[in-house]
Each structure stands twice: as C-alpha cells, then as structure tokens.
C-alpha cells in the first residue's frame, strides 16, 4: 500500500513538472537583424554592389559583412590620410576593423529620433566611362560613385553627405559566389572639402 502511494505521488510530482515545463513561457528567440532586408546570391560582382546598399541601410552588421571576402580591406584615399592622420587612423584596416567599425556606426545612427529608414541611405552609381566588366572570371573591378548618410554623425548627416568614388575589387570562389575584397576610398572629382569621404567619416568612428 505504502509503496503504491508513493508511486501514486510521484506520478503526480512528475505529472505537474511537465505541465509547468510546457505552459511557462519561453524566452523570445532573438530576431535575424537581416531577416526583412532583399538578399540576392552573389554570382555576379554587380549584385554584390546591391547586397551592400541594402544591408548598410538595414544596418545589419552580418549581411554587411557577407559581402566582404575574409581578406578584405579598406584602402583609404591617399590624400585624406595625410590631411586626417593626426586625428584618424587609416592604416590595417582589415575585414575585423571593418567589422568593429561598422558596427560602431550603427550603433552610432541608432541613438537617433528618426524613423528607422531614415538612418543610412546608401546609393552607388555607375559611371559610363568605366563600366562593369560583361563576362569577369575570378576578379573583376566595380567602379561607383558614391553618396551615404548616416544620420546622427555630424560628419555624414542629411545636410552633409558623404561623397566620393570607389573601386571595388571583387573575387570569385570555387562556388561562383562573389564578394568584396578591397574597397579603394577616392574623392569626388569636384572634391572641395565641404563633403568628406565614407573613409574620413567611418574613420571618426573607428
């Protein structure tokens, strides 16, 4: 009879800790950042360009660095780099820097009052006179003329874009899958110095 009992009552025990495991509420799973922002497989440099734009303006700092190669690297403009070394760092800036940088701006943008597709506007044009390679295999060199905001940064805000030009060196892997492997920081050809370079403002964030 005892031991009936205690069987009885363990059921029981066991019966109302199972219940209570799958009627508590769980912890949220936490949201992909990236999971809203238009994504296209890379199998061509030109739509690297394009997962760019979109994952700097959806600030996600894991689609922004998909589109980078592990080798990566930021070249900064030679003329920002002597007129800004004694305020900036420019040198090794390599995929981790460019990791830690970019998540720095974002977090930067987000302390902001504006609506959230109000943050970063990125738009990369094309230049007639250098254009995309037709048929490129294993590298190929993407040409841009470039203007960001990122707002909240006095450097890069609405009233102040950044502008300037950019190579882009991109690499193919064995899958067919291209990604960014240099970015090469020019100034516009009417540079005046009223507009910086996304090198001097990523730099003031570094």
């Not at 912890?27 to 700097?56: F, H, R």
């Amino acid at each position: 009879m005892i031991k009936r009992f205690v069987l009885v009552l363990f059921l029981l025990v066991l019966s109302v800790a199972v219940s209570c495991s799958f009627f508590d509420p769980r912890d949220p799973a936490y949201p992909d950042p990236g999971s809203e922002i238009p994504w296209q497989q890379p199998y061509s440099p030109a739509t690297v360009v394009i997962n760019l734009e979109n994952s700097m303006e959806g600030r996600s700092i894991y689609m922004t660095m998909a589109c980078c190669d592990s080798a990566y690297m930021f070249i900064a403009n030679g003329a920002d780099t002597t007129e800004f070394s004694n305020r900036w760092t420019f040198s090794d800036w390599d995929y981790d820097v460019e990791q830690n940088t970019m998540m720095n701006l974002y977090y930067a943008v987000q302390d902001t009052l504006l609506p959230d597709d109000s943050l970063i506007s990125v738009t990369m044009s094309s230049i007639d006179s250098l254009p995309d390679p037709v048929a490129p295999a294993d590298s190929a060199e993407i040409w841009r003329d470039y203007e960001i905001v990122a707002a909240g940064l006095d450097s890069c805000g609405w009233e102040r874009p950044a502008k300037g030009l950019v190579m882009f060196l991109m690499v193919e892997n064995t899958y067919g899958l291209w990604s960014m492997q240099y970015w090469y920081d020019y100034r516009p050809y009417d540079y005046t110095g009223e507009l910086l370079t996304w090198g001097v403002v990523k730099a003031t964030v570094r």
